[in-house]
């Protein structure tokens, strides 16, 4: 809140605008329409689940829909009917694509539309062979991607995917 109002009174000083920042919008405002401290920004956010993908692990939703994008929660390489990872880190990339592929499917996405994504590996050797099978999945233009090995992953799982979506 500091930060809030001491950016509040600088712009006010040098006749500037404010910059207020949310989830689903960014605006300029003149200082004078600016309340004291925090513009509040509504923002609308619709949990999105499927049958066909693994039900979440814990207490956080598979994706949120807010406005026109889609951020999907990391997918392992569980299979949806037994709630078991498939054997091998290929397999288990198919399947965490096929997860991800199938929730982009409730909203009427497709892998196209995904414009990010962060692939986990519990080992980064496995990287090429991910690579190979993530390649089976998407067109140029590719997402951005990023990928890291971490140090272990839920269920003792060997590669996790998330992705953004612009619908």
């Known amino acids: ?65 807010v406005g026109d994008t889609l951020y999907l929660s990391g997918q392992l390489g569980l299979d949806p009917m037994t709630n078991e990872l498939k054997d091998g880190v290929e397999a288990q990339a198919e399947q965490a694509l096929t997860n991800i592929a199938a929730i982009l499917g ?26 190979e099978v993530y390649a089976g999945h998407f067109e140029a233009p590719y997402p951005a991607r990023s990928a890291f090995q971490v140090a272990a992953l839920p269920k003792g799982a060997l590669v996790e995917i998330e992705v953004i979506a612009v619908l």
């Open 106 to 131: 409730e909203v009427g996405a497709t892998m196209q539309q995904v414009v990010k994504s962060t692939v986990l590996l519990a080992d980064i050797n496995d990287f090429a062979a991910v690579n």
């Open 1 to 65: 809140m500091a930060w809030g109002l001491a950016l509040r009174a600088s712009a006010r000083a040098k006749g500037a605008y404010v910059l207020v920042c949310g989830m689903v919008d960014v605006r300029y405002y003149d200082i004078g329409d600016v309340p004291y401290g925090y513009q509040e920004v509504s923002m609308n956010k619709e949990a999105i689940v499927s049958s066909k993908a693994p039900a979440a692990l814990g207490p956080y939703s598979s994706a949120v829909k």
